[in-house]
């Protein structure tokens, strides 16, 4: 069948640049053919461009790297895919002055991703592209939500092997760009995430019908809840995860029956998301793997 191999790899780049956002030329190289040489992804994203699928802006501070994003064209077609039906980024970000604003953000979500996608890789458990989703939308009430910087599934253990473990985790990437306090203020937002139980006008709820958290029509478990700091030294790493726990102290059983950690992106990268560098929000003299048991994982 002609044609196959390319149309395939043109959907997953696609796919790639409209669940992710935005990327540079060598993020996406990494993200969906490391294996092969970097000009064959940029003649890739080259035609993706010439389709109208993708575009691109031009980072005059950085070597003038190029970072690419979807259309509205490129947009609406992903989305129609079964892999990307139902999750619809907004409206800004096929817009280049939006992508140009946000792009410090954006592109250190997408090295985020890349971590926990090589570290998969290497390790033998699942992380495929598509399972990195950004700005997933969740309504906690009252017209408010809680959009984390993506959502992660995972499969910690190889996918025909038994005993492997279904993992999801919410990620937020901090680039000190907000206090401190405002960065723990983040813990209130998932804590009423996690008791939100929406009311259905004219109908109340019973012992066959009883009313259920929002999140448990998506999720068998709550998704664990990782901070990953970027962009500033260790003093102030340590002065964020000082507020991240007096947030944590505020919020009784959440931060113990839903693992909420944090580590700095530097240590993820020398050492990988698997090793034991996360710190638990409420007892951060503590070093942890993201992928170890739950409470919830072991009283459900």
Not at 48 to 53: D, K, Q, S, T, Y
Not at 237 to 258: E, H, S, T
Request: with cysteine; net charge positive; proline share 9%.
């Amino acid at each position: 069948m002609i044609g196959v191999d390319a149309g395939s790899g043109d959907r997953l780049a696609l796919g790639v640049l409209a669940q992710y956002r935005m990327a540079t030329t060598e993020q996406m190289h990494r993200v969906i053919a490391p294996e092969v040489r970097i000009e064959q992804t940029r003649r890739r994203l080259a035609r993706l461009r010439v389709e109208g699928l993708v575009d691109r802006i031009t980072l005059p501070q950085a070597g003038r790297t190029r970072a690419w994003f979807p259309t509205a064209y490129g947009v609406q077609l992903a989305c129609e895919w079964p892999e990307l039906r139902g999750h619809r980024p907004s409206r800004t970000v096929s817009d280049p002055t939006a992508v140009r604003l946000k792009v410090s953000h954006a592109l250190t979500v997408t090295e985020t991703a890349l971590v926990f996608l090589k570290d998969a890789s290497r390790r033998g458990d699942v992380c495929q592209p598509l399972d990195w989703m950004t700005e997933v939308h969740h309504p906690i009430g009252s017209g408010e939500a809680v959009i984390p910087d993506a959502l992660l599934y995972y499969r910690h253990g190889p996918a025909d092997g038994a005993g492997g473990a279904m993992l999801r985790a919410f990620v937020e990437v901090d680039r000190a760009t907000m206090g401190p306090e405002r960065l723990a203020a983040k813990l209130t937002a998932y804590e009423r995430l996690h008791r939100y139980v929406p009311m259905v006008p004219g109908r109340r709820p019973t012992l066959q019908e009883p009313a259920v958290e929002e999140w448990r029509r998506r999720y068998p478990l709550f998704p664990r809840l990782l901070f990953v700091l970027d962009a500033t030294g260790p003093a102030g790493v340590a002065n964020r995860i000082r507020a991240l726990r007096a947030g944590a102290g505020l919020l009784a059983r959440f931060p113990y029956d839903v693992p909420v950690l944090v580590a700095p992106l530097t240590d993820l990268l020398h050492h990988g998301p698997s090793a034991p560098v996360w710190r638990p929000v409420h007892d951060p003299d503590r070093r942890v793997r993201w992928t170890g048991p739950s409470s919830a994982d072991v009283t459900q």
